[in-house]
């Protein structure tokens, strides 16, 4: 039962454009969403989140969206670079228990060309 | 400030056989999270410290996985026998406290193939 979904496995896009990145969740509890970036041989690293109370929440070139009558949230990166390239994972948590437990998407993994 | 820290990076080992994994949190830091990633897949919590006590094992293998964490700062996670599913990346990760909002750090991860 995979509650957290990134439907796409890669992503390519040219140095300078918008990178977008979806997922979707299927449990109506979650209310805290996160992203993290992995790159090879390293453990992923915290990029940015939002809340349930939120609709979009703004970092740098990095912001995230979300649409909780369509359970939807992307990540757009703007404008973005080679270095952006890594596995983006899309996790969820909800706030009852408060034990801070993320469910992970299975990860989309962004090239970004030079 | 340093990270999380794991050890092997790697390990190979025979169905049947087992292996056990360490981990040193974040200096300070009470909770302490072990995830299993398989290839392909995002990585799923087996198991959350709160200090030296589990908050949460609902998804650890019981039968063949245990991890402690004695005194509330490192801890092993150990897989007696291992079976070829068992194949995966084993991160570490820590928080200074549990609960939404808190940021995870994550360890380098430590790569499990078993034949």
């Known amino acids: 039962d995979q509650q957290v979904k990134q439907n796409s496995p890669s992503l390519s896009v040219q140095e300078g454009r918008i990178s977008i990145l979806n997922c979707d969740y299927t449990?109506?509890?979650?209310?805290?969403f996160l992203w993290y970036k992995k790159y090879p041989a390293e453990g992923p690293t915290f990029l940015i989140s939002?809340?349930?109370?939120?609709d979009k929440n703004e970092d740098g070139r990095f912001t995230v969206f979300l649409n909780k009558s369509a359970k939807h949230l992307s990540l757009h990166i703007v404008p973005s670079q080679p270095g952006d390239s890594a596995v983006y994972f899309c996790?969820?948590?909800?706030?009852?228990?408060?034990?801070?437990?993320?469910?992970f998407g299975q990860g989309t993994t962004l090239q970004v060309k030079p | 400030e340093a990270g999380v820290a794991q050890s092997p990076r790697y390990k190979i080992i025979e169905k049947r056989q087992s292996v056990a994994f360490w981990c040193n949190p974040i200096s300070g830091h009470a909770t302490l999270y072990w995830y299993q990633q398989i290839l392909g897949q995002g990585p799923k919590l087996l198991i959350q410290f709160q200090n030296n006590g589990v908050v949460d094992d609902s998804q650890l293998p019981k039968d063949r996985f245990s991890a402690e964490r004695l005194k509330g700062v490192d801890s092993t996670l150990k897989i007696q026998p291992a079976k070829l599913e068992d194949s995966a990346v084993y991160l570490c990760?820590?928080?200074?406290?549990?609960?939404?909002?808190?940021?995870?750090?994550f360890g380098p991860g430590t790569r499990l193939l078993v034949l």
């Open positions: 996790a969820a948590s909800a706030m009852a228990g408060n034990t801070g437990k993320l469910i």
């Open positions: 449990n109506s509890m979650f209310d805290y």
């Open positions: 939002i809340s349930s109370i939120k």
């Open positions: 990760a820590s928080s200074l406290n549990p609960g939404v909002g808190e940021t995870q750090y």
